[in-house]
């Protein structure tokens, strides 16, 4: 594990805090998401609401806060008519907006000289081919017949590299829905030579198996043999589920794990819209919190439809007397 990672994970008391959701926080915010680019949509439109919630989950006691660029992508921009120079200065403006975010916050933190907060991490987010097709894929992982891994390091290789090269302490490979594009990432951060670490994050719908129903464990075996993967992981996936992963990631792996699911509401690809479930308020979910870290997880955080009410009772709860509310800084 690299210095960085294992540092906030020993500075956090043994469990460091992810940031929550943060499409879900833009919309709080007032953004509207609903476009090709969902989220990414703001680093055009609106980058100063994505700097406001960063600064939320920094308040809210996260160690590590995610970037803007989960659906940040080259193509996505081109189809917005704009140039190739463009489309890469919005993915580094992706990276620098966490950055500033986390200086500013640490600065202020520091001035208040109470050893409160943790210096967070950057993790540079890269959502997966299905969350750019944005036809609901990224929760089956159904790509298609003619789709290869070499089709998917082709999609994925210049936003690795500008991503890599902005400056974040981590690379998050968010809601990786099936084994063939995990094994795509694994060889791209070998052929690029990749040197920010990574986590590779998988999404699952029945609790057992990725969503594309192949197992953890046949991934667990590429994943384990690279050097450049420190973290592996699950997020976007409901709660009740969690704790039955991080037990058959224990008994598959050594790597360091990272749990961030969502709120237990189910995405409708078609409809553009979250479907009422079984949905876990920050209260259950800080009770969960606490189960997840001691079955093993080093990595705790919110995925979609969580907050930073969720994160606040997530870190109260993990970090226990170290963690205080926003009102206290
Ligand atoms: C994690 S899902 C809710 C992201 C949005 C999806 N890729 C879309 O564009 O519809
Ligand atoms: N980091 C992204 C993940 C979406 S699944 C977000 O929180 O919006
Ligand atoms: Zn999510």
Redesign the pocket.
């Known amino acids: 594990m690299a210095v960085a990672v294992e540092e906030i994970v020993r500075r956090a008391g043994g469990c460091a805090v992810i940031d929550g959701g943060f499409?879900t926080q833009l919309e709080a915010l007032g953004a509207d998401i609903n476009d090709?680019l969902?989220s990414a949509a703001c680093l055009i439109t609106k980058p100063h609401l994505i700097k406001e919630v960063h600064m939320q989950y920094l308040v809210a006691g996260a160690d590590v806060i995610i970037s803007s660029s989960y659906?940040a992508t080259i193509p996505g921009f081109l189809a917005r008519g704009m140039l190739l120079e463009e489309a890469e200065g919005l993915l580094r403006r992706s990276i620098e907006l966490a950055l500033e975010a986390r200086d500013e916050f640490w600065k202020s933190t520091l001035r208040k000289s109470k050893p409160v907060y943790n210096r967070a991490l950057v993790a540079a987010s890269i959502?997966s081919y299905g969350?750019y097709l944005?036809d609901g894929s990224?929760y089956s992982g159904s790509y298609g017949e003619d789709i290869t891994a070499e089709k998917l390091k082709d999609f994925h290789r210049r936003r690795l590299q500008v991503l890599a090269s902005a400056g974040p302490d981590l690379i998050a490979f968010e809601?990786i829905p099936n084994k063939m594009e995990a094994q795509a990432l694994v060889e791209l951060l070998e052929e690029e030579n990749i040197q920010v670490p990574s986590w590779i994050c998988f999404s699952s719908v029945d609790g057992k198996n990725l969503c594309s129903g192949e197992s953890f464990a046949e991934c667990l075996q590429f994943l384990n043999a690279s050097d450049k993967v420190a973290i592996v992981g699950v997020n976007?996936t409901p709660p009740q589920f969690i704790e039955g992963i991080i037990r058959e990631l224990k008994k598959q792996t050594k790597k360091a794990i990272a749990v961030y699911p969502n709120s237990g509401e189910v995405?409708d690809?078609r409809a553009?819209r979250w479907l009422p479930a079984q949905c876990f308020g920050h209260k259950s979910f800080d009770a969960l919190a606490k189960r997840w870290q001691e079955a093993g997880a080093s990595f705790v955080g919110g995925c979609?439809r969580t907050t930073p009410s969720t994160i606040r009772a997530v870190s109260k709860v993990l970090k226990g007397k170290t963690a205080y509310s926003a009102t206290q800084i």
């Open positions: 499409a090709p969902w659906q959502g969350a944005a990224e809601a976007c995405w690809g553009k979609c």
